[in-house]
Nanobody, 126 residues
Framework: QVQLVESGGGLVQAGDSLRLSCAASGRTFSGGAMGWFRQAPGKEREIVAGITWNLGRTYYADSVKGRFTISKDNAKNTVYLQMNSLKPDDTAVYYC???????????????????WGQGTQVTVSS
């Protein structure tokens, strides 16, 4: 079993930055993928960014390209999401996800990912 714990959410103003962290523990794996999803009230959960553990291949949703950056620290089993130029539309609960298959890194079907964190709230005021 893999446990994922997110941190770093909060309330910010439009244009500000935040960095989310996701620490993985338990039976971690080196060849899989990690992703960040978000879910706003009344909306479906959507993928924001993904990364493969081994080669660091990344994926970004069009809505965050150029503003968000996903990165990893293999030694710490931690994935980060640097969010710049935040907009009110970025307001959501952000979830960290993990999967044992690296090819999942750009999969937007949340039901197919193996493990999930508890989520962290990001609120961007205008």
């Amino acid at each position: 079993q893999v446990q994922l714990v997110e941190s770093g959410g909060g309330l910010v103003q439009a244009g500000d930055s935040l960095r989310l962290s996701c620490a993985a523990s338990g039976r971690t794996f080196s060849g899989g993928a990690m992703g960040w999803f978000r879910q706003a009230p009344g909306k479906e959960r959507e993928i924001v960014a993904g990364i493969t553990w081994n080669l660091g291949r990344t994926y970004y949703a069009d809505s965050v390209k150029g503003r968000f950056t996903i990165s990893k620290d293999n030694a710490k089993n931690t994935v980060y999401l640097q969010m710049n130029s935040l907009k009110p539309d970025d307001t959501a609960v952000y979830y960290c996800a993990a999967d044992r298959t690296f090819a999942m890194y750009n999969n937007d079907d949340s039901s197919r990912w193996d493990y999930w964190g508890q989520g962290t709230q990001v609120t961007v005021s205008s």
